[in-house]
């Protein structure tokens, strides 16, 4: 591998991110125009953004003009170490206005250096790979620039850093679509154009549109244009990071809920074929068998979730109260937030819109909530988890194992079940007309097995820290599937600040893997692919 070339467009990603970096800057810079600029300056997230910003420019730039001889020499192993190494670098250049403000806010001051860093990388890598799992307990307190910050990785990472680097700087280097296979979620990357330059533009193109339109319609009713922008940032990357403690819930907005409804919807199809369908080829949705089954899910979790809900409600009060939380509530605070929580699904209407938004939430990996679905039967409990696993389609933003995975190995399991009894079968894997290369075949069943491996791994782990079985699982699935929350001590009104340092970071590698599919990082780490 040419380490040159990696250092090379690592340090012209960094000059990407310190200048998105003026964006929050200029909102932290606007909300205390009241002070003098010297008193501006020692602001913590001010001057944590100024410093991000200057270091991510200074470092960028010179790796940029000491290993450009290397902006040639990149191939496949290059552009999947930029893909990894890329975003842990900036990851780490996003989380230092976050850290700084921790130091200075949090009960520990400056003695806390570790800890705060911890917690400002969990948020900020939790943005980019679109988790939305937060460490925050009072997420209104926060600085309007640190949410926007927030919002703001969820929307990069949405789409793709790199992806986003492909279309503003021409001159990324030989392996881009390498670095763009390793970061657009799903296992064919479809080029719309014979440029990838052309092919990005158009991606990002259309996820700009579906984001300005779903901030427009947010403004229709009701949210001020701040919070608008950041909920349609968190939806369309299928993200889940709210502006308000009680997340989408708190607007108390029926209207606000069905349109988050749709682009959540939107946002869990593949983007080519939103590309294609803006074009007038409405057809090629209606003859993609991913999208058939795409929806196929959706409507069967809408419908069963909404039946249960009306039939049966939540489940029984002492069942609920069993389940594990880090800070248990007193026994009048659970009944209370139980009376809440069961009001929210009165009639048949009730009950289909908050199957549709928490079935849409968790199918797309989106983890906004507007229910605590934590209080509802254990039917539903496990099928919410069920859900975090199928992700969205090919090409989406969304996370988890992804549709057509999940379709080419249950027709491999068809397959094999009907060799048992016909051996000289001769039956290739079709998804609709086609069939499926086998080395695309071999692929999925290698990556399903990698991502069922790591979620038991990685549950097993979690173990060691927290005291309940439940949230370790959930902690699991819900990091390396990008969801955010899940069931008990993670649950819909929980969060993940309790966890120890050890199990964060866990976690924060296992948001990464989720995000970049496994391959990209794995490869990363295997020393072979370090030697030339």
């Known amino acids: 591998m040419h380490k040159t070339a990696v250092a090379y467009a690592v340090g012209k990603l960094m000059q990407v991110m310190g200048l998105v970096l003026l964006v929050p800057l200029g909102i932290a810079v606007y909300d205390n125009r009241a002070l003098d600029p010297g008193e501006l300056f020692f602001i913590p997230e001010v001057f944590g953004f100024i410093e991000a910003i200057v270091l991510s420019l200074v470092v960028g730039t010179l790796l940029a003009i000491l290993c450009r001889g290397g ?176 997340s989408v819930a708190a607007f108390h907005s029926d209207y606000i809920e069905w349109v988050i409804i749709i682009f959540m919807y939107l946002a869990g199809v593949n983007f080519v074929l939103h590309f294609r369908a803006l074009r007038g080829n409405i057809g090629s949705m209606v003859r993609n068998k991913e999208f058939v089954f795409y929806n196929f899910v959706v409507l069967a979790a809408i419908v069963v979730i909404a039946i249960v809900l009306y039939a049966n409600g939540p489940a029984p009060l002492e069942t609920a109260a069993d389940s594990y939380r880090h800070e ?32 849409l939430a968790m199918v797309t990996t989106t983890g906004f909530t507007t229910a605590d679905f934590d209080i509802w039967p254990d039917f539903l409990r496990i099928l919410m988890v069920l859900l975090m696993f199928f992700g969205g389609c090919a090409g989406s933003t969304g996370g988890g194992i992804k549709m057509i995975r999940i379709m080419v190995v249950f027709r491999v399991a068809i397959n094999e079940l009907r060799k048992l009894t016909q051996p000289r079968l001769v039956a290739p894997i079709k998804i609709g007309d086609g069939a499926v290369d ?44 990008n969801i955010g929350p899940g069931l008990s001590g993670i649950g819909a009104v929980e969060n993940y600040g309790w966890l120890p340092l050890p199990a964060k970071w866990i976690l924060i590698f296992s948001m990464l893997l989720g995000r970049l599919e496994i391959f990209t990082v794995l490869i990363v780490f295997r020393a072979a692919a370090w030697r030339k």
């Open 71 to 246: 902006r040639d020499l990149q191939g496949i192993k290059e552009g999947y170490a930029i893909v990894t190494i890329g975003w842990f670098s900036l990851a780490f250049i996003a989380s230092i206005p976050l850290c700084l403000y921790f130091l200075t806010s949090g009960p520990g001051g400056w003695g806390g250096i570790f800890p705060a860093f911890t917690d400002a990388y969990f948020e900020v890598m939790s943005g980019f790979t679109t988790t939305g799992a937060s460490i925050l307990s009072n997420i209104e307190a926060v600085p309007r620039s640190l949410l926007f910050l927030r919002a703001l990785t969820h929307w990069l990472g949405g789409m793709g850093i790199i992806t986003l680097a492909i279309v503003i700087l021409p001159a990324m280097g030989m392996s881009g679509y390498q670095m763009f296979r390793g970061e657009v979620p799903g296992p064919s990357k479809d080029k719309l154009r014979p440029r990838l330059r052309q092919t990005a533009s158009i991606l990002w193109g259309v996820y700009l549109l579906f984001t300005v339109a779903e901030t427009v319609m947010l403004l229709f009713g009701g949210m001020s244009l701040f919070d608008a922008v950041c909920h349609a940032f968190a939806t369309m990357a299928t993200g889940g990071f709210s502006t308000k403690d009680g």
């Open 328 to 359: 248990q509530m007193t026994s009048e605070q659970f009944a209370q937030h139980y009376d809440e929580q069961s009001g929210l699904f009165n009639g048949l209407y009730d009950s289909i819109r908050v199957a549709a938004f928490q079935a």
């Open 438 to 481: 086998d080395k695309m075949v071999i692929n999925v069943v290698a990556f399903f097995i990698l991502f069922i491996g790591l979620f038991v791994l990685t549950a097993f782990l979690m173990t060691l820290f927290v005291p309940d079985l439940t949230t370790a699982v959930a902690c699991s699935i819900a990091t390396i599937g």
